[in-house]
């Protein structure tokens, strides 16, 4: 993929947004996160409605809860990949968290996002101060290592480019491919073309075909009206979601995991995990923060058109197929 030929702006714009609502919801208290504020470098956050925020703190919890469940059930001896990562802190959660051990972490996303973040993770102690001590040996350009973290610029509709970064990742021996891995994808795919992104469910699936779990947030039920709204507004921005045919329903969601090789998939909405999973002490903290909801109807529309979706391959029989919510 010729890079010039290509304008990122406005894809890479929806981290910001995300930062924003996300800081928005960690000032009002719906959940703690010290280190997105240092990442971000925003000190004035607009104001969110409360279902921005709701579905912002599910987001977040749907998604810690099976990365935790992942980790322990690998007891500790596995890799986590973030795609497309943004500003995400998950590493930072996980560091905090003496309970939740792994071998190595590694953000992806666009050279103008890996270069701010590790930029920002060498001039901020606060940040760096939690990793081990920068390796100076390996030169990544707009990049950073450590023995447990790893920033690498990537493009992750081109294949070749994704190829050459692993092929560094298992020639310095910083990931293995036949440990238990996990990816972890936000709102990524829907923006990238349906060939793209099966091709690139594909090489994950043959480059890591022992034991991977692939892990995803993303639009749903795009198909209604409510969904043709979404696409018109993010299409004002000159963000298109030329991805939004596998965001039909839940069986299209299932149904390119196994297209790509996975062998068994699963879908919820926001909807189903907030009505049966989520405590109820603490729906009831997080609906009183903004003053409570005057009826649910709006929520629960926003909550129908997201969800998480899972896949995995496990020839190692280490038991992924229990991965979900309970």
Partial sequence: MDKTAVDNSNIIETNNDACQCKLYAIERGYWKDPYLKILAGSSHHERRTPEISLGYYVRVHGLRYLIEKFIKLTNNQCQIINLGCGFDTTIFYLLDNDNLQFKHFIDMDFDEITELKSNKIRRLSTLHSKLPTENHSLKIPCGFHSSQYTILPVDLRDLSQLDNQFKFLFDNQILDATKPTLFLCECVLIYMSNEHSLNLLKYL??????????????????????????????????????????????????????????????????????????????????EKIDGGLDEKELLEQLFEHYCFSWAYRDENNIGLNTITFK
């Avoid at 795009?222 to 507004?233: K, V």
């Avoid at 298109?240 to 998939?265: D, P, V, W």
């Fill in 205 to 286: 699936t043959k480059t890591f075909s022992s034991c991977c779990l692939f892990l995803n947030f993303e639009q749903i039920n795009m198909n209604d009206r409510f969904g043709e709204i979404m696409f018109e507004n993010l299409k004002h921005r000159s963000c298109h979601l030329i991805g939004m045919e596998s965001c039909q329903s839940k069986e299209s969601q299932c149904q390119r995991y196994l297209n790509a090789n996975f062998t068994s998939s699963s879908c919820l909405t926001l909807n189903e995990y907030y009505k049966k999973y989520l405590n109820i002490d603490e729906k009831t903290r997080i």
